[in-house]
């Protein structure tokens, strides 16, 4: 625990009987506007106690085991140092060639046995629902870190709170914002496009026509009275939008080679494009790039991507705590 003159004027101590105690983070479904703005006033704490003290004991004696079946760096890293700046401590696999799950073992079986070591699991995996799966057989909190081309809700809580750091709070009511690339594959926008749906926002998708966002997403948006509108050229909508959420084209999700090399350049931001956009405007992308923003745009301050991976830290440290019992 903080100590007295260190400690933030939150509900951090023991609160096992907070509304996130136990609780699993599958889908941003979960999710209301309360939620969200106590989840970024958390975020937003976490990041002040980083700032001026490091790291600190809240969950020391927790430990977490973080499972991924696929690879990682950003997502991986950060919840290990999200546990760690708590003062608890991870049992890493990234690997699972080196587990037993090599050997044949079922997603549910893993679960289990780790659950006997762990307080809390985070899972990256590569099929949809294997998240729900999971947490069907635990009966510890499980965090989905990406379910194949599903979900990938701790990303969308970063990528919101990134918004409202970056842009001011409350703003967020009355933006453009603008979805680019991969549309289809990509995890990531599949839940910002949903989490969004909690304000009063207006979604761009621009995107090859083969790579378009899912119909189930669309009609989801639809459904919360959300306006949407498809493009493929970024021209269109470069000068109204607020922010641009650039992704990878998938290459892994590609059946047939020939089709995502038609498409891996279909887009590529320079300093040169970015003229026709607004001055008060950022550029976003989970990361990793692979040639879609050029790297001379990273100078310019519209260029949050590295900022949006460090707020990503403050968000899972939040989530952590709070399934924990400790916000
Ligand atoms: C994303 C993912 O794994 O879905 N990365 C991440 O978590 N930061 C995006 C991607 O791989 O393109």
């Given at each position: 625990m903080p100590t007295e003159s260190q400690s933030p004027h939150l509900p951090f101590g023991d609160n096992t009987r907070a509304a996130w105690y136990g609780q699993?983070?599958?889908s941003v479904k979960q999710f209301d506007r309360a939620d969200l703005e106590y989840i970024f006033g958390v975020a937003h704490e976490m990041r002040g106690m980083v700032e001026r003290i490091g790291t600190f004991d809240l969950l020391?004696?927790?430990i977490l085991a973080n499972l991924f079946y696929e690879p990682s760096t950003r997502t991986a890293s950060s919840f290990m140092a999200a546990m760690q700046r708590l003062g608890g401590s991870v049992i890493p696999i990234n690997e699972v060639k080196y587990s037993s799950v090599s050997k044949g073992e079922s997603l549910g079986d893993t679960v289990r046995s780790l659950e006997c070591y762990a307080d809390v699991i985070v899972l990256r995996h590569p099929e949809v629902g294997s998240a729900a799966i999971a947490a069907e057989a635990a009966s510890k909190p499980v965090l989905n870190a990406g379910d194949g081309v599903g979900e990938h809700p701790t990303q969308a809580l970063l990528d919101t709170f990134t918004i409202f750091e970056e842009l001011g709070e409350g703003q967020i009511d009355g933006m453009t914002v603008?979805?680019?690339g991969d549309l289809k594959n990509g995890r990531t926008v599949h839940s910002l496009a949903r989490l969004l749906t909690l304000y009063d926002v207006k979604l761009n998708y621009v995107s090859p026509d083969i790579l378009k966002m899912p119909q189930e997403v669309k009609d989801e948006v639809a459904e919360k009275g959300i306006p949407q509108a498809e493009f493929t050229r970024l021209e269109d909508v470069l000068p109204?939008?607020?922010?641009l959420y650039v992704t990878r084209v998938q290459k892994e999700r590609f059946s047939d080679p020939a089709e995502y090399e038609q498409v891996k350049n279909a887009f590529v931001i320079t300093p040169e494009i970015m003229?026709?956009?607004k001055d008060e405007m950022i550029v976003m992308h989970p990361l990793p790039r692979v040639g879609e923003i050029s790297t001379a745009f990273d100078t310019d301050p519209r260029a949050a991507y590295f900022r949006q991976m460090e707020y990503g830290l403050y968000v899972r440290m939040?989530?952590?705590a709070m399934v924990l019992g400790k916000a």
């Open positions: 699993d983070i599958l020391k004696g927790k603008t979805l680019l109204e939008t607020d922010v003229q026709s956009a939040a989530l952590l």
